[in-house]
């Protein structure tokens, strides 16, 4: 499996790394959270811009991203905006939602964008190739705030986000019992041990999946995501404890 960096983070190699979210609605609220964000242990930081006001201002979102990649020194951003139905804050057609991670992409402010896989093969290949045109990575999401799906749909999930080209497939599905757990971390294996050939970022959401935030490196998820000030989905953990965790299993791994 190959290395994929985001900034000068490398994923697939070590420890699964940390993103921590921010989710101001407004740019003092952004740039505050960033102030304590940039603090924390986490290797990359993740703006949630559809939580932003002003996020379809084009030149309101440029002012606002060149100012956090200032507050935030030399940690690698993560633009994503998350649209309603995979559980964001706001919606936007397809042509809108590329048009936007493209700006992103473009503005030299960010390291990586998140695009949502089902938004549609044509204008998710076209916002691929944009960011990498850029030099930017891709991660390729998907998710379901309602449920787990099967084993084999989970699957084609991360292939398909593999085979569209994004550079990280991610899912993240919302358990319903343990064995909606157990779901989600047997495809993650199952997909790390037959079909990656690039990093996966696997979690299974809230309490009860908090599980699978805090075993990756067992199972082959290269990416989770914690706390530094505020979560942006349910289960996600403090980001000093999770980071504690992950090499306590790393280290009784070896």
């Not at 998350?82 to 590329?98: D, L, V």
């Not at 157990?182 to 990093?199: K, N």
């Amino acid at each position: 499996m190959k290395t994929v960096f985001i900034g000068s983070v490398p994923l697939g190699a070590g420890l699964p790394k940390i993103a921590a979210p921010i989710v101001g609605r407004t740019a003092e609220e952004i740039l505050r959270s960033a102030r304590v964000v940039a603090a924390a242990p986490c290797d990359i930081v993740e703006w949630r811009a559809d939580y932003y006001d002003d996020v379809l201002d084009r030149a309101a979102l440029l002012r606002t991203l060149a100012a956090l990649r200032d507050a935030l020194g030399k940690k690698p951003l993560l633009f994503t905006f998350r649209t309603m139905k995979e559980g964001g804050e706001r919606e936007a057609s397809p042509t809108a939602y590329i048009a936007l991670t493209a700006a992103a992409a473009e503005s030299g402010c960010v390291d990586a964008v998140d695009l949502e896989i089902h938004t549609g093969d044509a204008p998710v290949r076209a916002g691929i190739e944009a960011a990498h045109r850029a030099g930017v990575t891709v991660i390729g999401s998907c998710h379901d705030f309602h449920r787990t799906p099967p084993k084999d749909t989970l699957i084609a999930w991360l292939r398909k986000a593999q085979d569209m080209g994004a550079d990280v497939a991610k899912i993240a599905v919302m358990p319903k019992s343990p064995a909606d757990v157990l779901t989600l971390l047997q495809a993650t294996e199952e997909m790390t041990r037959r079909y990656a050939d690039r990093p996966i970022a696997t979690m299974s959401m809230s309490p009860l999946g908090a599980i699978s935030r805090l075993c990756g490196e067992v199972f082959g998820s290269a990416l989770t995501f914690g706390t530094a000030d505020q979560r942006s989905a349910p289960g996600q953990l403090p980001v000093t404890e999770l980071r504690a965790t992950l090499e306590l299993l790393h280290d009784t791994a070896e």
